[in-house]
């Protein structure tokens, strides 16, 4: 029975051996394909990977490596913008778990300027293989630029057009522009750098926002200047009072009104006090009053009042209508204030000298009658401790 016992457990042995060595080749063959299938998949992942980098100039000489998706980058490059941009395009593609980077910043001299002196090779290849085309841009505009020029020199029609110089010169100004942007965009589209007007345009822009905030006073005087041209208070040689200043108006600029005053001095006064201020323009109405007050003593006030009158109406450049006029105005300290005023038509006749000349007159015409002009009057009142004290003065002496 024992032996029975021995001998199948012996059989049994003998047939599961086999099984097992089995069992073992199998996993082992089965780990072998997995291993490959995995490697497969790695190669595939490192050609994606470099065929995406071999794309860009600046990663051909970069070593890629893929293992269960762990990517590794390894190499040099010149810019250190290219090192994070490689990791970042190896990461977009798919099957990436991660990604390893090692690449470096290329230090040597020598590969750094060759690349910056190939590309400034190219650059002026370029350049020299467009001079020609340059040379016609800028001939049509010189071109389109001196027409322009020209025709804002005219003097019709912009002098008929516009009701004043000014305006005659904004025209002028503006066709001036008109023709230089003209030029300019024909000149880019022959260069073929028609983009580069709207880059121009648009620093343009900005820049003029800019300088918009930092000029606003003289952007504020030229639009004052339009704005004083169409409503025309006054014109060239006129004679105004503006913020206080009186004098003839020389001219009208850009930015400030210039008048010459009886002195001959010029005055600047900005565009936009002169739109906003008080204008009195005396050249408007030929017909211009003068006026004067002298003192007088007498008790016919009334026959002095006639004297100047009378004096008055006798000069040639007074008009007699409107009629000249005199009275009395006011009490003075030591006389009585006489007023006296004429017209005159002052396209002929200067205002100041008039008012000089009937001065002259009837302060005569008062010398002749009579009619003083009296000097001023000091009364000097001692009190008594003043009066003793002179007393005793003068009897020691």
């Not at 990517?71 to 990461?91: H, P, Y």
Request: with cysteine; hydrophobic share 50%.
């Amino acid at each position: 029975m024992l032996f029975l016992r021995f001998s199948i457990l012996v059989l049994t042995l003998v047939i599961a051996a086999p099984v097992t060595t089995v069992k073992v080749q199998a996993q082992e063959v089965t780990k072998t394909r997995v291993a490959e299938a995995a490697t497969d998949e790695d190669q595939a992942l490192q050609l994606k990977v470099r065929s995406l980098l071999k794309q860009l100039p600046e990663y051909q000489n970069i070593f890629i490596t893929a293992k269960s998706g762990v990517v590794t980058l390894k190499g040099r490059v010149l810019e250190i913008e290219s090192v994070t941009n490689a990791a970042e395009l190896a990461q977009k593609i798919d099957g990436v778990v991660t990604v390893n980077n090692q690449i470096d910043v290329e230090t040597s001299v020598e590969k750094r300027i060759a690349p910056a002196l190939e590309r400034f090779q190219e650059r002026v290849t370029q350049f020299v293989s467009a001079l020609p085309i340059m040379a016609v841009g800028i001939v049509i505009f010189a071109l389109v630029t001196i027409i322009g020029f020209l025709i804002a020199r005219m003097k019709n029609p912009w002098d008929a057009i516009a009701p004043n110089q000014f305006l005659a010169n904004l025209l002028r100004q503006v066709i001036r522009l008109a023709f230089l942007v003209i030029g300019l965009v024909l000149a880019l589209d022959i260069m073929g750098a028609t983009a580069l007007l709207s880059t121009i345009l648009g620093a343009a822009g900005i820049l003029g926002l800019a300088l918009g905030f930092a000029v606003r006073d003289t952007v504020e005087n030229y639009i004052a200047s339009i704005l004083l041209s169409f409503r025309q208070p006054f014109r060239p040689r006129d004679c105004v009072e503006i913020a206080g200043h009186e004098g003839y108006v020389i001219a009208l600029t850009s930015r400030a009104t210039v008048l010459l005053t009886y002195d001959g001095n010029h005055v600047r006064i900005p565009n936009a006090t002169v739109f906003k201020g008080i204008i009195t323009n005396f050249s408007l109405n030929p017909e211009r009053r003068f006026s004067f007050t002298i003192g007088v003593e007498t008790e016919d006030l009334q026959h002095a009042v006639e004297v100047g009158l009378s004096e008055i109406k006798k000069l040639s450049f007074v008009l007699n209508e409107p009629a000249a006029d005199g009275r009395v105005d006011a009490i003075g300290e030591s006389s009585i204030q006489l007023w006296f005023g004429g017209w005159i038509n002052q396209n002929k006749s200067s205002l100041v000298k008039a008012r000089a000349e009937a001065i002259r007159k009837v302060k005569r015409a008062f010398e002749v009658e009579g009619i003083l002009m009296p000097e001023p009057i000091y009364r000097i009142r001692f009190d008594d401790t003043d009066l003793g004290q002179l007393s005793k003065r003068a009897a020691v002496k």
